[in-house]
């Protein structure tokens, strides 16, 4: 599959595979792949071409763009409330639970997760302090956010962007992975103040057919909310 590998700096990279961003993130005695994208089955190859360390994964989230090199795994961190999506999607093999506070050391390379939900269940965020980025996943980003159908819950999105202002002064750049790369911390308030107009009914939504569903569209100026 055609994708891109572009290096951060010498132990950070971003692969990306057209519609969707994964990242790999190498300490001193172990690597990190952070989702296996949409259209990369061999995401664990591409990874150990890049570092002979031991790999581990971790998903973000376990929406299907986010999933498809998943069985080159026998275990991986998710949060446990993620399961039911990941099962649904056809995800194989082990959930070790990670949620808000635990850490991943990767060998003076300790990261923290953060707990994001609403995009799904158990979103979850990655704070890197050695680049100082909180890797997002899906709930903080530019393009699309994908807010219909099962499994989303739009009030608690709103009130997870909230929560992480609990973090504010511990990153510099946000990492995503859809829209734009890097995105501000000043993204996060923006976002919270659009899900707060469409939850109070003064969003203008358009309605859409999309990927055979009927939704409504939020073009919100900062990012496209996509709901029910
Ligand atoms: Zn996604």
């Known amino acids: 599959m055609a994708y891109e590998v572009i290096k951060i700096n010498p132990r950070t990279w971003r692969i990306e595979d057209g519609g969707v961003r994964i990242f790999l993130l190498a300490g001193d005695d172990k690597a990190l792949l952070i989702d296996t994208g949409m259209t990369l089955p061999n995401a664990a190859e591409i990874a150990r071409e890049l570092t002979d360390l031991p ?131 000043s993204l996060v308030p923006q976002l919270r103040a659009a899900a707060d107009i469409i939850l109070n009914g003064r969003a203008e939504g358009k309605k859409v057919e999309f990927m055979g569903n009927s939704i409504t569209e939020y073009d919100m100026g900062v990012a496209v909310f996509l709901c029910d």
């Open 55 to 185: 790999l581990e994964l971790l998903n973000t989230h376990a929406d299907r763009d986010h999933i498809s090199g998943n069985s080159a795994f026998d275990s991986f961190y998710m949060s446990p409330l993620e399961e039911p999506n990941y099962r649904s999607a056809g995800g194989t093999g082990t959930i070790k639970p990670v949620s808000q506070g635990d850490t991943i050391d990767l060998g003076g390379r300790v990261l923290e997760i953060v707990d994001l939900p609403g995009h799904t269940p158990g979103s979850i965020a990655v704070l890197d302090p050695e680049c100082r980025a909180l890797i997002s996943g899906d709930p903080i980003q530019d393009g699309r956010i994908f807010m219909f159908g099962r499994f989303r819950d739009l009030s608690k999105y709103a009130g997870s962007l909230e929560a992480l202002s609990a973090f504010d002064g511990r990153y510099d750049e946000i990492w995503p992975s859809h829209g734009s790369f890097p995105v501000s911390p």
